[in-house]
């Protein structure tokens, strides 16, 4: 049974879905441009980590981090600003979708590229700021990636206070997890003596509190540690480029946690939805009919 969501909660959730959904619908009207990834039916998982992170701590995400930037600053205006190259960009216009970079936050497409980074910030955390945490986002398809066990065996034989949050939604590009990760996460962060804790569940009091003590222990007594949220990705890869099939993408549909919240709390649930459609529908409008950035925004 599902925790009730405070509103706070459930507006996130649902301004970063419409975000998601705006974003896919701006690039098929050809309004953005390169590519661009959403984090459609992962919205919960920076939701939930949200609360136990502090603003002075700092966190790398990756080509799939919308999410995970609305999560730390509620700012659809400034993302679908550097998303679409207009004025009032995040990054002037010059990071759009994966590339961010804002206060102690931090994005990159480059597949594992983060750890690296985040372990040197953990080290310098660990000496000079005590009680924060670098914060680095990863996909099971990051596991393939050499510098993400370079950057675990420094972790472990430094002591950092590294927080590795895995987003592990089955599936790396086009890719089924089985059929490219030999073993599993949990086995890979035991062979550098790293502990790691299993997400299953998608109540954001439930996860709060099975986490809470574990990033506080981190904090307190630095040691990388590994959260891996089972989760579902139920987008396409980028843009359109879906390659799953119709009866697959049903079944995911069925579990996404945003239809288990709207059965357990359908007038909570149908509110927020509105509120954050508007929001968003707004934002959109504000933002388009601004200039685009050129260089002399930068």
């Not at 919960?44 to 990756?62: E, G, T």
């Not at 359109?240 to 007038?267: C, I, K, M, S, V």
């Not at 909570?268 to 934002?283: G, K, P, S, T």
Request: hydrophobic share 40%.
């Amino acid at each position: 049974m599902l925790t009730e969501p405070a509103p706070a909660d459930l507006d996130l959730l649902l301004l970063i879905r419409h975000v998601e959904r705006t974003v896919l619908r701006l690039f098929a009207e050809g309004l953005v441009s390169g590519t661009t990834h959403t984090c459609l039916g992962q919205e919960y998982v920076p939701v939930a980590l949200q609360p136990l992170l502090r603003p002075d701590d700092w966190v790398f995400s990756n080509h799939r981090g919308h999410g995970h930037y609305l999560a730390r600053f509620d700012d659809p205006h400034g993302l679908l600003a550097e998303i679409t190259g207009r004025r009032g960009a995040v990054c002037h216009g010059v990071g759009g979708s994966q590339h961010l970079l804002r206060d102690r936050y931090l994005s990159t497409g480059v597949q594992g590229q983060s750890l690296p980074v985040a372990a040197g910030v953990a080290l310098r955390l660990r000496d000079a700021e005590p009680g924060r945490l670098a914060v680095a986002y990863v996909g099971d398809g990051s596991w393939g990636e050499g510098a993400v066990y370079e950057a675990l065996n420094i972790a472990a034989l430094w002591q950092l206070p590294l927080l590795v949050v895995v987003e592990h939604n089955g599936i790396a590009q086009s890719t089924p997890t089985h059929r490219h990760l030999a073993g599993s996460i949990a086995a890979r962060a035991a062979a550098f003596g790293i502990r790691h804790v299993p997400v299953d569940s998608v109540d954001l009091a439930a996860i709060r509190r099975q986490l809470r003590s574990d990033l506080d222990a981190v904090r307190e007594r630095p040691a990388p540690l590994v959260v891996e949220f089972h989760t579902t990705r139920l987008g396409p890869h980028s843009k359109g480029d879906d390659t799953r099939d119709a009866d697959h993408l049903a079944r995911l549909h069925e579990n996404d946690w945003l239809r288990q919240y709207a059965a357990a709390f359908p007038d909570l649930v149908r509110q927020a939805d509105e509120r954050q459609r508007d929001r968003v529908a707004a934002a959109s409008e504000d933002v388009l009919r601004r200039p685009p950035v050129t260089g002399e925004d930068s």
